[in-house]
């Protein structure tokens, strides 16, 4: 069998399955460590099995009874030892269990990651691992910590949420308004990690941006009438409208198709229209707008607009800058450069980037040598823009965007 | 699962001069069968330090470490889990007029 078959098939299985697996065998042993190392286990076998016999037919059951098997010999042995008789009536269950009964385990699964009793880093590190099944190297590059930093965060994390008595569950009722908005905020991050791929080559790892999706359906559900909600339901047309464009963002070698670029043809119309469906409900819900809901009206600004002159440039900037308001941070103010350039010219949007480049709250940051990069280029400065596209090259975090920057170099210098 | 909670003092706590309502705090806990056993204790003007240091008893008069924050009293309590812990915390007095840490008790296996 084709190794990139078994390859592809392994890491669709890994987006869409590993979570389940995980939280089911949590949810009858009750041990973080053990689910995730039996899971792994799985995994790891099917590399060496799957190439010689071939991807079975459903991926996730056959990963499922290997995983199972796995923790049913490592409890047998430790019931062996020390004749532990809470984990052999665990043994019982495990034998019985029907995984896709347990639907709603994913989303157990996301509370508990994004207890307020974990420090924010281990709540996404932890909901990054069990839940988006991201390696731990993967994770530890995007965090900018060593593996090894990293493996201790997350087996801390492990550790306290069974010694501190964390409950496994989706919280009641009176717990849930404050409990989602910190799950929101892991959401739209686990929602990034799929759409921008921080890690890997391929931009979309479309798995994980549906399962954002899918989940925030699912929490906007639970919360119902709750004022809460609003901001899901902006959360969840922020996603829908990325989503819309996902097609029009790469070509076919997988290179960058900026928004102005892309094909508005292969914009997903039904994503665009559930989006500004959930968009309209929260408005009508008269909540204070906050940060999710501020940025999928600026998303919807790019998604309604026929082409991209035709977009609203001036919305986008007084957008960005209630945005800004709400929640103050240097990227949202470089995008509200890029915006105030584009309504106002690239003179007006360099001279914001220029105060925040002096700033240097964004040294490092490759969009904004980018942006700088861009508008130098625009305005016929080529030997600046040049200048500018390499120190964003250097700084940029994948293969995609460092062609993409290349190209654009290769322009400026011709 | 058993928990201690250490009821302390915050410097920075808003001005809360609302009459006190921890007897029926600890009516509803001890009713509710969470509450194990609770005190208030002195302040650390009236702490003792003992060390032994060389073999030799070393006392010292004060807290161990000196902060603008110290720990009132303490409640051992009966949960659940955590959240219903953080239930419990969230409505003692102190809760308000200063704060409170969960620590789970640590059993001897």
């Known amino acids: 069998m084709a190794i990139r078959v078994v390859d592809e098939a392994l890491a669709e299985a890994s987006a869409s399955e590993r979570a389940r697996i995980i939280a089911t065998l949590i949810k009858i042993t009750g041990d973080w460590e053990l689910a995730e190392d039996c899971t792994q286990d799985a995994f790891a076998k099917a590399v060496t099995e799957w190439a010689t016999t071939g991807v079975p037919t459903k991926p996730g059951a056959w990963l499922t009874t290997v995983a199972k098997n796995r923790a049913i010999d490592r409890l047998r042995r430790s019931a062996t030892e020390t004749r532990a008789v809470a984990e052999l009536a665990v043994l019982e269950s495990l034998t019985e269990v029907d995984v896709h009964e347990l639907d709603d385990d994913r989303l157990r699964l996301i509370f508990t990651c994004c207890h307020p009793a974990l420090a924010m880093e281990a709540r996404v590190a932890l909901t990054l691992r069990t839940v988006a099944g991201l390696t731990t190297a993967e994770i530890a590059r995007a965090f900018l910590v060593t593996e090894s930093t990293m493996t201790k965060r997350l087996v801390r994390a492990r550790a306290k949420i069974k010694a501190a008595g964390i409950p496994y569950r989706v919280p009641p009722a009176h717990l849930l308004p404050e409990r989602a908005t910190g799950v929101f905020s892991v959401l739209y991050l686990l929602f990034n990690e799929g759409y921008s791929a921080s890690v890997g080559e391929t931009l979309v790892r479309a798995p994980l941006t549906r399962e954002a999706i899918r989940l925030t359906r699912l929490v906007v559900a639970l919360l119902g009438d709750d004022p809460l909600a609003t901001e899901g339901l902006g959360l969840l047309a922020l996603m829908l409208f990325h989503q819309a464009r996902e097609e029009s963002r790469t070509d076919a070698t997988g290179d960058i198709i900026t928004l102005e670029h892309q094909d508005r043809t292969l914009w997903n119309p039904v994503l665009i229209a559930e989006g500004r469906a959930a968009l309209a409900e929260a408005t009508r819900r008269r909540a204070r707008p906050g940060v999710y809901l501020l940025q999928a009206a600026i998303a919807q600004c790019h998604v309604v607009a026929p082409s991209a002159e035709a977009t609203d440039f001036g919305r986008v900037a007084r957008l960005y800058e209630a945005l800004g308001v709400v929640s103050p941070s240097p990227v949202v103010e470089l995008n509200r450069a890029v915006a105030v350039a584009m309504s106002q010219g690239p003179e007006a949007g360099l001279e914001i980037i220029d105060g925040l480049a002096a700033s240097g709250t964004l040294e490092g940051y490759y969009l904004l040598p980018a942006a700088r990069a861009d508008l130098l280029r625009r305005l016929g400065r080529r030997t600046e823009a040049a200048v500018e596209y390499r120190a964003a090259l250097a700084l940029a975090p994948s293969e995609v965007e460092q062609r993409y920057l290349q190209r654009r170099l290769a322009e400026s210098t011709r | ?109």
Not at chain 2, 4 to 26: F, H, K, N, Q, Y
Not at chain 2, 87 to 108: D, N, T
């Open chain 2, 1 to 109: 699962m058993q928990y201690m909670l250490l009821i302390c003092t915050d410097a920075t706590a808003p001005e809360d001069t609302g009459p006190s309502d921890i007897e029926e705090w600890v009516e509803e806990m001890d009713s509710r069968g969470i509450r194990l056993s609770g005190q208030r204790l002195r302040p650390p003007t009236d702490a003792t330090v003992v060390k032994v240091r060389g073999g030799d008893v070393v006392v010292t008069d004060g807290p161990f470490a000196e902060t603008k924050d110290w720990i009132a009293g303490y409640d051992i309590i009966e949960c659940t889990d955590l959240d219903e812990a953080i239930e419990v915390a969230s409505k003692h007095e102190m809760a308000r007029r200063g704060q409170i840490e969960i620590r789970p008790i640590w059993p001897f296996e």
